[in-house]
C-alpha cells in the first residue's frame, strides 16, 4: 500500500526557495517513479518533473528546468522538490505521484501514475 503525504510548502517572496517532501509510508517505495504535478487557481493539473525508480532518470517540464531539482532518497521513502528562483507563475499547489517503475505511459502523463498525495500549496509573491 502506499501512501504519499507532502510537505514544505507555504509562502514565499519571487526569487526566493523552498523544498518539497513526500514520504511514503508503505514498503516498497523504490519500486515506484515518482513525479510532481501542480495545480494553479483556474487551470487543469500539469506535470512538473519525474524521477525513476532508482534515481537515475529525472525529467523536467521546460518551465522548471534550471530551477527545480528532483531526488529521491530510497532508505527514507521520500522524494523531493527543490525549487529555485521561484516565480509568482509557481503559484499552485503540488502534489506528488507514484506509478509503478516500468510502464508503457510517459513520466509526464498523469495516467502513468498510481497513487496521488493530498497536495501542499505553494504561493509566490510578487
Known amino acids: 500500500q502506499v501512501q504519499l503525504v507532502e510537505s514544505g510548502g507555504g509562502l514565499v517572496q519571487a526569487g526566493g526557495s523552498l523544498r518539497l517532501s513526500c514520504a511514503d509510508s508503505?514498503?516498497?517505495?523504490?519500486?515506484?517513479?515518482m513525479g510532481w504535478f501542480r495545480q494553479a487557481p483556474g487551470k487543469e493539473r500539469e506535470f512538473v518533473v519525474a524521477?525513476?525508480?532508482?534515481?537515475?532518470?529525472?525529467y523536467y517540464a521546460d518551465s522548471v528546468k534550471g530551477r527545480f531539482t528532483i531526488s529521491r532518497d530510497n532508505a527514507k521513502n521520500t522524494v523531493y522538490l527543490q525549487m529555485n528562483s521561484l516565480k509568482p507563475e509557481d503559484t499552485a499547489v503540488y502534489y506528488c505521484?507514484?506509478?509503478?517503475?516500468?510502464?508503457?505511459?510517459?513520466?509526464?502523463?498523469?495516467?502513468?501514475?498510481?497513487?496521488w498525495g493530498q497536495g501542499t500549496q505553494v504561493t509566490v509573491s510578487s
Open positions: 508503505g514498503r516498497t517505495f523504490s519500486s515506484y517513479a
Open positions: 505521484a507514484a506509478g509503478f517503475k516500468y510502464h508503457s505511459l510517459s513520466y509526464s502523463s498523469e495516467a502513468r501514475y498510481n497513487y
Open positions: 524521477i525513476s525508480w532508482s534515481g537515475g532518470i529525472t
